[in-house]
């Protein structure tokens, strides 16, 4: 499996590695690729989103061979992750899996635990919300549950900018991650076997993936740190790209 990459910054710089959210694309990692033009930043497409072609069934423990097959091919052993939401999912599997590849995790607005029954349910109607409406009835509700309510008023066009990424994406793909999203792994276990210096930012009004749990990674990820980026919701690099930003390269730069 060959994903789709936008790759910028330096060459021989350090490889941070954008993973992106459900059901976004690498292109939200738009104002983190022009601000971290000291490192060699490479932002993947997974499955059927982006420029990447769907293959499908898969499940998050596909997304990541995925995504160790890719760098395999650009000659990238070892990097920085950093995952939203999805890609957060997938970063910390990655990182249970072969920890030898990872530099350093930036956790953003993600969970460990697995979903619980009320959460797969809620799957599956979206699910079908996408299969008789399709995505334009899916994308504003989503939003709405994601975003932080002032984003709406102060941030139109950041609103506006997340869906056209998402009408961008293949219903089957959408679908298809909604079903791997219901059926992963529960990573809490894992946290503690953790060895590498961890960044966990979460947005102050994410109602999907609460700041409670990235207070609970935080306490099972020795030596992690946490920072809640004010007047944002669950996707706090689009919705306040300044602060994101200098929480996530003052990281990176303590590396």
């Known amino acids: 499996m060959k994903l789709s990459v936008q790759e910028s910054g330096i060459p021989a710089g350090a490889p941070v590695v954008f993973l992106h959210a459900f059901p976004m694309s690498s292109g939200m990692w738009e104002p983190q690729r022009a601000a ?111 975003l932080a309510p002032r984003t709406f008023t102060t941030s139109p066009m950041a609103v506006d900018f997340l869906r056209g990424i998402i009408l961008r994406a293949s219903s089957e793909a959408v679908m298809n991650a909604l079903m791997a999203l219901a059926a992963r792994a529960d990573l809490l276990s894992a946290l503690s076997s953790f060895r590498f210096p961890t960044l966990i930012l979460v947005g102050s009004h994410d109602q999907l993936t609460p700041p409670a749990c990235s207070e609970t990674m935080r306490g099972r990820i020795t030596g992690s740190e946490l920072h809640v980026i004010p007047d944002a919701g669950h996707f706090p690099s689009i919705e306040n790209p300044e602060v994101f930003n200098e929480k996530l390269v003052s990281f990176l730069k303590r590396l």
């Open 36 to 146: 971290l033009k000291g490192f060699r930043v490479l932002a993947p497409d997974m499955r059927g989103f982006g420029k990447t072609p769907l293959v499908a069934p898969f499940l998050i423990e596909h997304l990541v061979d995925d995504v160790l097959e890719t760098l395999d091919e650009r000659g990238v052993a070892r990097a920085v992750f950093v995952g939203n939401s999805m890609g957060g999912y997938v970063a910390l599997r990655l990182a249970e899996k072969a920890p030898q590849r990872v530099r350093a995790l930036a956790l953003c607005d993600t969970r460990a635990e697995a979903d619980g029954n009320e959460a797969k349910i809620k799957r599956a109607a979206a699910i079908e919300t996408v299969r008789t409406k399709g995505l334009a009835a899916y994308a504003d509700p989503f939003l709405k549950g994601a």
